[in-house]
């Protein structure tokens, strides 16, 4: 975790995935302060949606300006790691309160997506592309 954010006392912890996007979140009390990799929020997640994206559970909840939150994220793109820390900041919202479930679970956001990449067949160029036929 980074210097800037050493926090001790008590947290709530959840993992959230997304395709091969493994996102490890903790929550402390704090003033909304976020940490991804040992960066600052902004400066890891570039992108205004990408930002959207991972405070939507915060803001449909209401806890933005409640919680601190360290992340690591591994593996996956950057879309992946978005929607990983949406997942894992949702699951650590329940451990906090188990009755923000009513407010979460409608909107998606803690139904882990599984969909991930098609395996490649043999015989064809991809998972399911075919070598172009040549009647001739």
Same mark, same amino acid.
């Given at each position: 975790m980074s210097d800037a954010l050493t926090l001790t006392g008590t947290y709530y912890y959840a993992n959230g995935k997304r395709k091969n996007a493994v996102a490890r979140v903790r929550?402390? /009390? @704090?003033? @909304? !302060?976020?940490i991804v990799n040992g960066k600052e929020f902004k400066d890891y997640f570039l992108t205004r949606e990408r930002f959207d994206c991972v405070i939507a559970p915060l803001v449909l909840t209401k806890t933005e300006k409640m919680f601190d939150i360290s992340a690591e994220v591994s593996g996956g793109g950057l879309n992946g790691q978005t929607e990983a820390m949406r997942h894992g900041i949702s699951k650590a919202l329940l451990e906090f309160n188990k009755e923000? !479930?009513?407010?979460?679970k409608p909107e998606g956001y803690l139904t882990r997506d599984? !969909?991930? /990449?098609? !395996?490649k067949k043999f015989g064809l160029h991809k998972a399911r592309r075919a070598p172009q036929f040549s009647k001739r």
């Open positions: 929550l402390h /009390k @704090g003033n @909304g !302060r976020m923000l !479930r009513a407010d979460l599984s !969909r991930t /990449k098609e !395996r």
